[in-house]
């Protein structure tokens, strides 16, 4: 009995020695300022076991065996680290050392945290896409003392440098920004994306972005220039991804509303909801907002309604779905001729011209980590749409309206896609890389319809009961698969490169006719004439670019990129109706390429710049030109111009000098910046006489934003000074608008804002003064809707914002 109870206990202790179970735990700290790394992903051997620090920093791995173990590393702007230990016949606690690289992997937690300008840049790593060696930015509206109910682009985009931004509207209805020469008509040189999914009414066949999310609901802006063409399409532009607010993580329940009112019958009011329910989260907003407008015959309604609900299954597995609906009418004052903005730039002689336009844009996005080095991305998406158009619009711009039938045009949009990514992380010996892979398939479906409306004032939009009422009517299927690839293979601590391929097949067509209609003298139809018309298209081609990053410090980062770019021709392009115009026949796709080389700084809480050199080769540029015919009309023809070369330097800076001259004082800051863009433009080659040697359309030789804010504990006040020098609206660098005013220069002009912020308790207060000094000028010569001719901008208008959060 006694040997047996002594062997028992020999076996027992044998066996607990064997099948030990122990703790592997430790700290993450930044060997720069040994403070604590939240967020970071820490894995074992195989990555099979994964874990994520909390907030100060620890991390935990429970029944272990006792063995060898290799931890690894993912932080957010630090370098991927590595560390073997030994768990023996203990719990083994460890403290891991890392050093910031700020070209990882990046969440907006951090970026809040480092910047608090309201805006900061892309990282190399960043919600599944590669940004490594590419000009980039971000905006952050929440930290901005400006004006976010009217969208008010001038403001919120002042700290991009180089943008060229349209504004013939207060109310933030549509965003059209440009640069380096590109059209900035509702945005289509970019890609327009939400949440990463397109937003336009069609990415490829008619790119124009008629909804703009509202300011007050967005996380971030993210603009990347034409480098993103490998990555989010071929576009010249580049990326513009409007990122919506994310639920609140710590609360079941969150309520902001937001109250304005402002100059001529401005009123917006918004409200959103947001928690976190066990696995559930959402986020939901609401917005209506109405106004008379500056000029006459200008009211309008806006709603804008969202809704996001995200699942998260496991740690490993997220699935979400977001629809968004967005509605307005908008009544639309007609164009100007010159001699009419310099008589009263306020007036108004059209009192039927009407725009209505409805977004409708269910999306399904499934995020899965298959271990810590290997995710995947996929997002399905769709938009059902239309806009309609209607209004009396002669080539005559000061014609007076004669009560005819209005030009109506109807466009519908049914489209859908979906885009797969896969993101992996790896080691070629000791040197890491980055893999992204994706593809993406998008189904396009527009009919557009013009034709005669009725003879009312009022916002009909329906065609006359007339067999000759239709002038033209088309189908425009498209289909587009692409194939993408970039990768950042890090040689050392200091230099990576970043190749890039994309493959695209893109084809589109267009069936329908158009027609012509003849009048008497009295304005009855006395003929028409339909021809009918198929028109096809397929192509496929590579694209390809490379990016290089040098950080010679930690605080500089040496970049350069160079990359195709692309873009195919529109439908507007193929064929619309419209009396003073002609379409090119040969019209080509554009091709071309993009080149950056900057410098810019880390990221800080106390300075920030970034300083490059872009040249841009646009070949086949499409743009248009006036001529006259048989009967010496002036019409204008859409074509391929030629060659466009443009190029220049982009250049930012910003630095809080209070805090700088008084580190101490954290209530205290005054942050200066000053945005400028020095551009030459040049129309290298062209068929058309008297083209070769002019200056590109859409190009201030000069631009600048510069401005000032200044904070104390909750109290913010921000002033901005806006200059843009001389530019022309067409190829031939007319100066004069003529009768039509659709071409001619648009003159230098310099405007000031001023705005101001105060949050207590719950409660924020917001004013924003714009236009101060009551400046006439305008941004845009319209060749259709909402014009023809010259479009004014805004003069001066204060508005007042009331929020509570509860």
């Known amino acids: ?124 790593v960043e919600s599944m896409g590669i940004y490594e060696g590419k000009k980039s930015e971000v905006i952050i509206p929440d930290q901005l003392v400006a004006n976010l109910s009217t969208n008010n682009a001038r403001q919120i985009y002042a700290r991009v440098a180089g943008l060229n931004i349209w504004e013939n509207e207060g109310a933030g209805l549509q965003l059209s920004v440009g640069g380096r020469g590109l059209d900035p008509n509702r945005s289509s040189n970019f890609n327009v994306r939400q949440n990463g999914y397109d937003i336009s009414a069609d990415a490829l066949g008619y790119p124009e972005s008629y909804y703009t999310p509202p300011t007050e609901a967005v996380g971030r802006i993210q603009i990347v220039r034409g480098a993103a063409s490998l990555q989010y399409g071929t576009q010249f532009g580049g990326l513009l991804n409007f990122v919506m607010k994310k639920p609140a993580q710590n609360r079941p329940f969150e309520l902001v509303v937001r109250q304005t009112a402002g100059s001529f019958g401005f009123y917006n009011t918004f409200t959103s909801i947001s ?23 200008s009211h309008f309604t806006n709603y804008t309604a969202y809704a996001d609900v995200d699942y998260r299954f496991s740690e490993k597995t ?12 908008a009544q639309q004052p007609g164009g100007l001729t010159d001699d009419m903005f310099r008589a009263n730039p306020r007036q108004s002689n059209r009192e ?49 309206d004669d009560n005819s039938e209005r030009d109506l045009i109807k466009g519908d949009f049914q489209n859908w896609g979906a885009e797969v990514r896969y993101l992996k992380r790896y080691y070629v010996g000791k040197k890491q890389g980055v893999l992204l892979a994706g593809s993406r398939y998008y189904h396009g479906y527009n009919h557009n319809i013009q034709g005669l409306g009725s003879t009312g004032r009022d916002a009909n939009f329906t065609f006359v009961d007339n067999q000759q009422a239709i002038l033209s009517d088309y189908q425009f299927p498209n289909r587009n698969v692409a194939l993408f ?67 010679p410090t930690r605080s500089l980062d040496i970049y350069g990129n160079l990359s195709q770019n692309y873009r195919s021709i529109t439908f507007s392009d193929m064929r619309i109706a419209n009396p003073s115009s002609v379409i090119d026949p040969n019209l080509q796709d554009e091709k071309g390429y993009s ?27 499409i743009g248009e030109v006036q001529f006259y015919d048989e009967q010496d009309r002036v019409l204008r023809r859409r074509g391929n111009i030629g060659q466009a070369i443009i190029m220049g330097i982009e250049s930012y800076a910003e630095a809080d000098f209070l805090r700088l001259a008084n580190p101490a004082n954290q209530h205290l800051s005054g942050v200066v910046f000053a945005n400028v863009a020095l551009i030459h433009s040049e129309y290298r080659a062209s068929e058309i006489v008297g083209v070769a040697g002019n200056q590109v359309e859409f190009v201030p030789d000069v631009n600048l934003k510069s401005g000032l804010r200044l904070g104390y504990k ?66 845009r010569r319209a060749t259709g809707y909402p014009g ?19």
């Open 788 to 806: 023809p001719g010259i479009l004014p901008s805004d003069g001066r208008s204060v508005y007042v914002t009331i929020q509570v959060k509860l």
């Open 275 to 297: 928690g976190t329910v066990g696995k559930l989260s959402y986020y939901s907003f609401f917005q209506y907002k109405q106004g008379n407008g500056w000029r006459p015959n």
């Open 352 to 400: 039927r011209n009407w725009f209505k336009v409805n977004w409708t844009m269910p999306a399904l996005h499934l995020d899965h980590k298959l271990n810590a080095n290997n995710e995947v991305n996929v997002r399905l998406f769709g938009l059902y749409a239309y806009r309609y158009s209607l209004g009396f619009r002669p080539n005559r711009v000061a014609s007076v």
């Open 714 to 779: 909750n109290l913010k006040a921000s002033f901005q000074y806006t200059y843009l020098s001389d530019q022309f609206s067409d190829a031939t660098n007319a100066r004069n608008g003529g009768v039509s005013a659709v071409i001619g220069l648009i003159p230098a002009y310099a405007i000031m804002d001023a705005s101001l912020s105060y949050q207590f308790s719950k409660f924020r207060i917001e004013t924003s003064l714009n236009n101060l000094a009551n400046r006439a000028y305008f941004t």
């Open 1 to 124: 009995m006694i040997k047996f109870t002594v062997f028992s206990f020999f076996f027992l202790g044998i066996s607990t020695s064997v099948l030990a179970q122990y703790q592997l735990s430790g700290t993450i700290k930044s060997r720069h300022d040994s403070t604590a790394v939240g967020g970071c992903t820490v894995y074992l051997n195989d990555g099979k076991r994964t874990t994520t620090t909390d907030q100060a920093g620890r991390f935990l791995f429970a029944n272990l065996s006792a063995g060898d173990y290799t931890i690894h590393t993912s932080c957010t702007d630090f370098r991927a680290a590595r560390q073997t230990t030994t768990v023996s016949d203990h719990n083994q606690q460890l403290t891991i050392w890392i050093s910031n690289r700020d070209e990882t992997l990046n969440e907006v937690t951090v970026t809040d945290k480092q910047s608090d300008f309201g805006f900061t840049r892309m990282r190399g």
């Open 318 to 329: 997220t699935l979400g779905f977001d629809m968004t609906q967005m509605s307005y009418l």
């Open 595 to 621: 080149l950056d080389v900057g410098i810019r700084s880390t990221q800080t809480t106390l300075y920030n710049f970034d300083v490059s050199a872009f040249y841009l080769n646009y070949n086949n540029r």
């Open 485 to 551: 690839a970039e990768n950042i293979l890090y040689l050392g601590d200091k230099l990576s490169i970043t190749p890039g391929i994309r493959f695209e097949y893109i084809h589109t067509t267009a069936d329908g006719f158009y027609g012509t209609v003849t009048r008497d003298l009295a304005g009855n139809i006395i003929n028409s004439t339909r021809t009918n018309e198929y028109r096809t298209n397929g192509r496929q081609f590579l694209l390809g670019g490379i990016g290089v990053s040098y950080k």
